[in-house]
Structures are given as structure tokens and as C-alpha cells.
């Protein structure tokens, strides 16, 4: 008689954010995020050819970015003192906990103006991965980016209370604000200044 055998796929994340000052760790936030829904439709996308499933879009982006917030229900400075508030209003309701959430609740800049929503031409919302990614096994990837001083705080962004994170693929455009990512986590604040860079590792484990 045979034993059935089930097996679930599951995707699972590892996040580990990283200030640093000098080289020196200050401090560190560690979590598991969710790959939302739009993730999950993402990957179911990846892996079907649009050919033999026509009413499924076939996608062939990879993730290529992560984005920082001020948002989420983990936000600790509450109410976010101006300008950093003012610039980029909103709540702090969204959790990592809900897999339809879809975008950065109170999205920052890396780079660029300091103009209220949408912002200007030429303004940075999403950073690029560090290339190559890093495959410590066969069924893991960890995607990682560092977030110079002068990246999210600059100008009269003296201090920006961290609280989110996202993750994107290349169908994501660096110059808009409001895009939608594949997976999210919310994090106890993580004050950033000119005198920090934040390093973020995010692995996915299958």
C-alpha cells in the first residue's frame, strides 16, 4: 500500500533592517513579513506561459526594488512631527498581517524634492537591489540594499521615522510614488538622519 505524500509550497520571508553609523550597528529590527496577494498572483504569473493559460498575464519581472515608509500600525512616533508629517501625510492603520494590502501606506523618497504627494519630476521612491542576489541554498534567495545617509533623510528631512517596507518587482517605476509591491512588513520605528545608512536583507525561502 502507498503513503500519500502532501506537500505545500509555502513562500516564507526572513527581514532583518540594519542601521548603521560609522560602520557600527545601532540598531536592528528583525520580522516575517507577508507576501501579499498580489505577490502571490505575481508568482502564480511567473510560472505560466500566457500560451497555454490565455487568460492569465504572463509576466517575466524579477524583483528589482524595495521601498521605505512612514506608515504602518508598528509607527511609534505618532504624530510624525513636521515637515517629515506634513510632507508625507496619512494614517497608520496598515498591517502585516493583512495580505490585501498592496502599497506602502505613507511611502518616503530616497532621493529628490521635498514636495508633497505625488511629488515632482525626477523624485527617487524606490531603491534598487544590490546585484548580484545572494542564493545561500537551493530554494532561498535574499535580496539586499543599502540605503546611503543621505538617502530618505536629506534636506530639511533631519530625522524620518521609519515603519515600513516594501518589496518590487521591475514593473515598478522608481519615479512614482504610489506603486504596488509583492510583499510588505511593519517594523517598530527606525529613526533615520544623515548620520545613519540602513541596510536591508530580505530573504524568501520556498
Same mark, same amino acid.
Given at each position: ?131 548580484? %542576489?545572494?542564493?545561500?541554498?537551493? /530554494? ?5 540594499? @543599502? +540605503?546611503?545617509? $543621505?538617502?530618505?533623510? &536629506?534636506? *530639511? ?5 521609519? %515603519?515600513?517596507?516594501?518589496?518590487? /518587482? ?5 519615479? @512614482? +510614488?504610489?506603486? $504596488?509591491?509583492?510583499? &510588505?512588513? *511593519? ?20
Amino acid at each position: 500500500m502507498k503513503t500519500r505524500v502532501t506537500e505545500d509550497i509555502e513562500v516564507r520571508q526572513n527581514l532583518v533592517l540594519t542601521l548603521r553609523e560609522r560602520g557600527k550597528i545601532t540598531d536592528r529590527r528583525e520580522g516575517h513579513n507577508i507576501w501579499v496577494n498580489l505577490g502571490r498572483e505575481y508568482l502564480s504569473q511567473l510560472i505560466a506561459y500566457s500560451s497555454l493559460s490565455p487568460d492569465v498575464p504572463e509576466r517575466d519581472d524579477r524583483v528589482k526594488y524595495m521601498g521605505l515608509g512612514i506608515g504602518g500600525t508598528s509607527q511609534l512616533v505618532v504624530p510624525v512631527p513636521a515637515p517629515v508629517g506634513t510632507i508625507y501625510p496619512g494614517t497608520n492603520v496598515q498591517t502585516d498581517i493583512d495580505p490585501t494590502v498592496n502599497k506602502l501606506e505613507r511611502p518616503v523618497r530616497v532621493s529628490g524634492s521635498e514636495s508633497t504627494y505625488p511629488g515632482l519630476a525626477g523624485d527617487v521612491w524606490l531603491g534598487n537591489v544590490q546585484a548580484p %542576489s545572494t542564493h545561500l541554498t537551493g /530554494t532561498e534567495v535574499t535580496f539586499k540594499r @543599502v +540605503f546611503t545617509q $543621505t538617502h530618505v533623510s &536629506y534636506g *530639511t528631512f533631519l530625522s524620518v521615522p521609519l %515603519s515600513e517596507v516594501g518589496l518590487y /518587482t521591475a514593473a515598478a517605476d522608481p519615479g @512614482v +510614488f504610489s506603486n $504596488t509591491l509583492i510583499a &510588505y512588513d *511593519t517594523f517598530d520605528t527606525l529613526s533615520k538622519t544623515n548620520a545613519f545608512e540602513l541596510e536591508v536583507d530580505w530573504t524568501v525561502r520556498f
